[in-house]
Antibody, heavy 117, light 109 residues
């Protein structure tokens, strides 16, 4: 079964850091680009970041550029999001998603990040 | 990148057809045939319904169809059913980035 499972969310103070993880199974992980997408409570979806299958190319939304870093370990079938200098507006449910044809065909269940003092 | 514009809500009776619009710019929707659509039920992860403007993934009902004209993409749901009640989001590739729509709540009357 193709599956993505996120972890690492929690409550952090403004200015703090958090590292999210996404464990993939059921497909050849390094064949696919992977993304992080977030959804603030009661709000819409927002694309956050993309990493190519070999990890050599990364892209970010302007709202997180310079603060977040996406990475992957293909030997562990895992995707990561290092989030630094967190702001209250980063509070959201963070999904990892597998890409196919510039669309997101498989999504995890999400991990909640709350930035609050 | 500004969010793509969708109507906040669309409603229809069972069996009817509805269409959701998704308006972007010449930098996203207008430049690429890479618009996708997602269905999201409350408390659930989004589900891919349409990719590359009009293609359906395996397992998605043929009641769902997509199209595009200029800077506006559309999702049509025909033969509306109770289980179609959900939030729907469009998304467009925008050259090394992606932009989602504002979301549309579909209500089955």
């Amino acid at each position: 079964e193709v599956q993505l499972v996120e972890s690492g969310g929690g409550v952090v103070q403004p200015g703090g850091s958090l590292r999210l993880s996404c464990a993939a199974s059921g497909f050849t992980f390094d064949d696919y680009a992977m993304h992080w997408v977030r959804q603030a409570p009661g709000k819409g979806l927002e694309w956050v970041s993309l990493i190519s299958g070999d990890g050599g190319s990364t892209y970010y939304a302007d709202s997180v550029k310079g603060r977040f870093t996406i990475s992957r370990d293909n030997s562990k079938n895992s995707l990561y999001l290092q989030m630094n200098s967190l702001r209250t507006e980063d509070t959201a449910l963070y999904y990892c998603a597998k890409e196919i044809h510039e669309a997101f065909d498989i999504w995890g269940q999400g991990t909640m990040v709350t930035v609050s003092s | 990148q500004s969010a793509l514009t969708q109507p906040a809500s669309v409603s229809g009776s069972p069996g009817q057809s509805i269409t959701i619009s998704c308006t972007g710019t010449s930098s996203d929707v207008g430049s690429y045939n890479l618009v996708s659509w997602y269905q999201q039920h409350p408390g659930k992860a989004p589900k891919l319904m349409i990719y590359e403007v009009s293609k359906r993934p395996s397992g998605v009902s043929n009641r769902f169809s997509g199209s595009k004209s200029g800077n506006t993409a559309s999702l049509t749901i025909s033969g509306l059913q109770a289980e179609d009640e959900a939030d729907y989001y469009c998304c467009s590739y925008a050259g090394s980035s992606y932009v989602f729509g504002t979301g549309t709540k579909v209500t089955v009357l």
